[in-house]
């Protein structure tokens, strides 16, 4: 299977230029998208970031001041919950402050808006029947620091009564708030969880997480994020449904309309330490408890495996039918990396933007891919982004 995937760097190139040529060709004739929200910095998809507040404390520390606001629509900002209550759960201290008012004072200043990414005890709420006093707090706090709405991250609802739960807590901030930017992260797998067709009346998008198909708790070498299913993939049990770009997008297009969809792409990858190949098996995996890879695959930001590039005993292929890169040892040891780089990021957003039609884009998250002074992969976002009608 390695020696069908991989290609000489020459003619691997060679194929990858013409692919991105052809699609800048065929973007010329594709009709500009109708406006969705009167969106800033030129753009009539959305580019949708999300922002952990931890990582400002991060080495190279990444905050409000190195987001580049006139690249994106919306920011999620990321750490806080809530439990069975209805209380919320701010950070709050030296090194795990979450309140940072630089970041909403930019963003307006560009015109870009801010939700409050928000997770939580879903299942102790609705047992609870507390959802009014979650809302209520939401609204305060978000009066209070200058917030445009809300991200819910669920991963997610399990039963009707989850479903049903979940339309009614949106429901319930869109009349407490009808100028709220309301969405929903759902996972291509998890995508029968929810009432798309209840939800859709109540919230903006939907933000489809097309990421962690790689990871831990899967037995092979997987892909990360696949824009298309590669069926040389000897399990694809680990992944599917929705185990591509393009499986996800038909999965959320049954229940949603396009322009109400963002897929996701991811600034992050895995790295694997017991295997040589794409797609193998871990041999850990045989007798792990679980039956799947664990610790011997690990999460790492693009900015760590950018410098890995062709480089340090590293060299980087291409799936080509997933298009998609990974990296293998140059002297066949052990060591399989799956990531997102600038090109499979750009036709990720370029194919699910102006292919699919759908209404945006949005990744996790905004400083992983940032080196301490560029960002590769918030670049090949925006400019897949831009219309290219004009």
Known sequence: MHSRIMLSRSLKFSRLASLLLACLLAAISIPSAAAQQ?????????????YGYWSKYQTPPYSAAQIPYHKLTHINHAGVGFDSTGTLSVPV??????????????AHAAGVKVLLLLGGDFTGLEASGQVQTLVDN??????????????LDWEYPETTGDRAFLVNLVARL??????????????????YGYALGALQTWIDYVNVMMYDCAGPWTAH????????????????????PGGSAAGAAQIFLKG?????????????GYRYGQINQIFQLCPIAATSPDGACDNTAQSDNYSAFKPLINKHGWYTLYDNIALVPYMLKVDGSDGYITYDDAFS???????????LGLGGTFMWSLDADYDGSSQDLMDAMYNASVSTSK
């Open 138 to 151: 939401i609204v305060a706090f978000e009066e209070q620091y200058g917030y445009d709405g809300v991200d």
């Open 256 to 268: 949603i309309p396009a322009a109400q969809i963002n897929m996701g792409t991811p600034f992050y």
């Open 174 to 191: 869109r009349t407490a708030n009808p100028n709220y930017v309301l969405s929903v992260d759902a996972a291509p797998w998890g995508g």
């Open 38 to 50: 009167n969106l800033p910095n030129g753009l009539t998809k959305r580019v949708v970031g999300d």
């Open 345 to 355: 990021t750009y036709y990720r957003v370029y194919y699910s933007d102006w292919q």
């Open 93 to 106: 201290g030296p090194q795990n402050e979450f309140l940072e008012p630089e970041l909403n004072y930019r």
């Open 221 to 240: 070498g997987q892909l990360n994020s696949p824009i298309f299913w590669d069926n040389r993939d000897p399990a694809p049990y680990e992944c599917q």
